[in-house]
């Protein structure tokens, strides 16, 4: 079982940065696959960024180049960079963990969630 729970979403103008974080529960932290989606009103959960051991990421395409993914295993953490943000990324970002990777861009394959965060960008 493992348990999350996102930190860091806030009100932020257009063009500025914000870092949201996930805690873990569980001592197999550095094992899982971990992972950030997002969803706006009236819209799928949408993948942003997921990470596996051995330093491997993988971005949505639109996000690449202004979202970063990190993790700190030793604190349990995983992280959600967000430069340049823009109106259209604002939506509740959620932390999703599991042990595949293969299936990591569709939100239905992912065991463990968080509750989300809310982040919302002002014109």
């Known amino acids: 079982q493992v348990q999350l729970v996102e930190s860091g979403g806030g009100l932020v103008q257009a063009g500025g940065s914000l870092r949201v974080s996930c805690a873990a529960s569980?001592?197999?932290?550095?094992?899982?696959?971990m992972g950030w989606f997002r969803q706006a009103p009236g819209r799928e959960r949408d993948f942003v960024a997921a990470?596996?051991?051995?330093?491997?990421?993988d971005y949505a395409d639109s996000l690449k180049g202004r979202f970063t993914i990190s993790r700190d295993n030793a604190k349990n953490t995983v992280y959600l960079q967000m430069n340049s943000l823009k109106p259209e990324d604002t939506a509740v970002y959620y932390c999703?963990?599991?042990?595949?990777?293969?299936?990591?861009?569709?939100?239905?394959?992912?065991?463990?969630w968080g509750q989300g965060t809310q982040v919302t960008v002002s014109s």
């Open positions: 999703a963990a599991d042990v595949r990777w293969d299936s990591r861009r569709f939100a239905r394959e992912w065991h463990y």
């Open positions: 990470s596996r051991s051995g330093g491997i990421v």
């Open positions: 569980g001592r197999t932290f550095s094992s899982y696959v």
